[in-house]
């Protein structure tokens, strides 16, 4: 059983997973007269496979605790899905890298309030993690034909929690 400690989401950290939605730093300039601020193009929306058609979507988490016991990864092999959450509380985004068709060892990162996530195609991932209560995040992801969901459960399951 691997412990992994939760690291604070940086654009830097998450780059090989996927991007940060998030403001700061973001191209952006006014629209509709100066009464809007366009934040543009914030992550890489990837639609793969047969007849992809992009989704939107509310999904609502229940909150999980901490320590974790991180036992299943999936992956969408068709497109990427995007997590921006409806309130300023923080979430937990797990990701690992691939080892020809199985997970490396996963990462935990720490989101801050405004803060969401695009994870990349392909990408090994955890489920959605709130932490604290009940959240609604807006998702986007792919629809269409194909078998968009492969799961992968450890062996042996990780710990994911706070250094100390």
């Given at each position: 059983?691997?412990?992994?400690?939760?690291?604070?989401?940086?654009?830097?950290?998450?780059?090989?997973?996927?991007?940060?939605?998030?403001?700061?730093?973001?191209?952006?300039?006014?629209?509709?007269?100066?009464m809007?601020?366009?934040?543009?193009?914030?992550?890489?929306?990837?639609?793969?496979?047969?007849?992809?058609?992009?989704?939107?979507?509310?999904?609502?988490?229940?909150?999980?605790?901490?320590?974790?016991?991180?036992?299943m990864?999936?992956?969408?092999?068709?497109?990427?899905?995007?997590?921006?959450?409806?309130?300023?509380?923080?979430?937990?985004?797990?990701?690992?890298?691939?080892?020809?068709?199985?997970?490396?060892?996963?990462?935990?990162?720490?989101?801050a309030?405004?803060?969401?996530?695009n994870?990349a195609?392909?990408?090994?991932?955890?489920?959605?993690?709130?932490?604290?209560?009940?959240?609604?995040?807006?998702?986007?992801?792919?629809?269409?034909?194909g078998?968009?969901l492969?799961?992968?459960?450890?062996?042996?399951?990780?710990?994911?929690?706070?250094?100390?």
């Open positions: 059983m691997a412990n992994i400690t939760i690291e604070q989401l940086t654009a830097e950290a998450f780059a090989p997973f996927g991007q940060v939605i998030e403001l700061e730093g973001a191209n952006h300039y006014p629209i509709n007269g100066g809007t601020e366009r934040y543009h193009d914030l992550a890489r929306v990837e639609l793969g496979g047969v007849h992809p058609r992009p989704l939107i979507s509310i999904f609502r988490g229940k909150p999980y605790a901490l320590p974790l016991t991180l036992r990864v999936e992956r969408h092999p068709l497109g990427s899905q995007a997590f921006y959450p409806l309130s300023d509380l923080p979430f937990l985004v797990i990701v690992a890298a691939d080892l020809a068709g199985i997970p490396d060892l996963p990462r935990a990162f720490l989101t309030p405004g803060q969401g996530v994870i195609m392909n990408t090994w991932h955890g489920v959605l993690t709130p932490l604290q209560r009940e959240c609604d995040f807006i998702v986007v992801d792919r629809g269409g034909e078998n968009n492969e799961e992968h459960h450890f062996d042996v399951p990780h710990i994911v929690q706070h250094a100390g």
